[in-house]
C-alpha cells in the first residue's frame, strides 16, 4: 500500500528500491524557497546499514507489512540450525552464514524472534538478554585490581566475555545480547 511522505513514522517499515527499511528518524523540512521534502534516516531489515534519504513532499512510498514469528532453537549440524516455529510447530533449518552474529548465543530451546517480508527472513532477533554458565575461567585471587578487576571466562556456548573476579566455574551469569557484556551473576 503506497502512503504519503507525510505519513512517515518512526519505526514504520517501507520498501524502498526493492529492498526492506526501517524508518529510525524523519524530518519534514519546509524551506523558505521551493517545495517541502522529508530528510529520512533509514535502517535496512536485511544488512543493519544506516542510510540518510531524501523525499519529495508529494512523493508516494510503498509501506512493507513485516510479520514477527516466535522460534525455539532446538539443534544444530555442522552447517544448519533447527528452529521450531511456536505457532505451527514446523520446523525450519537456516543456514550457519545467516545466523553466524547470533550463534554463540544460542542454546537449546531458547526462543528467539525472526522477522518476515513476504515469506523470507529478513532477521533474527535475541532477547536483549541471555543466562549463560561459566565453563572455564581462572580463579579470582583476593585483592588483584591490577587487571581492573575483570578476567576472561569461556561460556558453555563457546562464548568468551570479561566477568568480575568473583565469578567462578559453574555460575551462571546474565550477558546483555546487545552489547556483549557481563550484566549479573544469577543465583541457582
Known sequence: MAISINQLRNGQT???????????DFQHVKPGKGAAFVRTK???LKTDA??????????????AFIEEKRFQFLYSTKDFYSFLDQQTFEEIQLEREKIEEI???????QEISAFFYKDQIL???LPNFVELEV???EPGIRGDTAKGGEKPAVLETGLV?????????????????RTVKYVERVMK
Not at 544506516?50 to 509501506?63: A, C, N, P, S, Y
Not at 550463534?103 to 530451546?109: P, T, Y
Open 14 to 24: 517501507l520498501l524502498v528500491d526493492g529492498e526492506v527499511w526501517q524508518v529510525v
Open 42 to 44: 533509514l535502517k535496512n
Open 50 to 63: 544506516l542510510v540518510e534519504r531524501t523525499f519529495k513532499g508529494d512523493e508516494r512510498i510503498e509501506e
Open 103 to 109: 550463534i554463540l548465543f544460542l542454546k537449546e530451546n
Open 123 to 125: 532477521n533474527i532477533s
Open 135 to 137: 565453563k572455564r575461567t
Open 161 to 177: 566475555i570479561q566477568v568480575p573476579l568473583f565469578v567462578n566455574e559453574g555460575d551462571r551469569i546474565k550477558i546483555d545480547t
